[in-house]
């Protein structure tokens, strides 16, 4: 079949891998859908979406988002991660789609809770044009023709964001800045002083 993919997201955002006997698909981590052939893929689970990396034009625009966002910048992020998983949910998606790229990494692991992290967080510690660069490359990033591995790629982004800012601390507002779930997520993305 044409477009045989390695890695792939079905229409709900589950992450897939041709990784089984004769060439099928299997869930990873393995979440009980079974084995199935390409065929069966997408009958049953399609429209299929290949995994694929973000275009570094998309990346460096999220990270230059941030930083000028300033201390509103990782709090910014956390709404737009909120409010998209909320979106998306309410169209019939999965937070799968926020992992199908590796979902079984521990960058993955983590992101799956960081998702609801945005959404206690107040309007007065968001930056509006931040949120709307943010907001728009994640609904692309999650619907588009290539579903994007997220949870490594954001936690880059942002050391990237601190680095062109001038440190952690100059992104992270002083409610974010102690939490250890936050800071192990982002922490081996960042260049220490």
Known sequence: MADD?????DREGEGWIRNGPGGTYTTYPNVGLG????QELEEQRGPLRPVGAMTSEDSQALSEAIAKAGKKGFATLLVALYRTARNLMDDGATTAVFTAGRPGSWEASLLRSVIWRGEGISTSRVDEEALEVAQALLYKWTTGPVQVE???GLASILGSAAQKA???????DRW?????????????YRIRP
């Open 5 to 9: 993919f390695y890695r792939c997201a």
């Open 35 to 38: 084995q199935l052939t390409r």
């Open 150 to 152: 997220l949870a490594d």
């Open 166 to 172: 001038g440190g952690w601390p100059a992104i992270t």
């Open 176 to 188: 974010l800045a102690g939490d250890e779930q936050l800071e192990h997520w982002t922490s081996a």
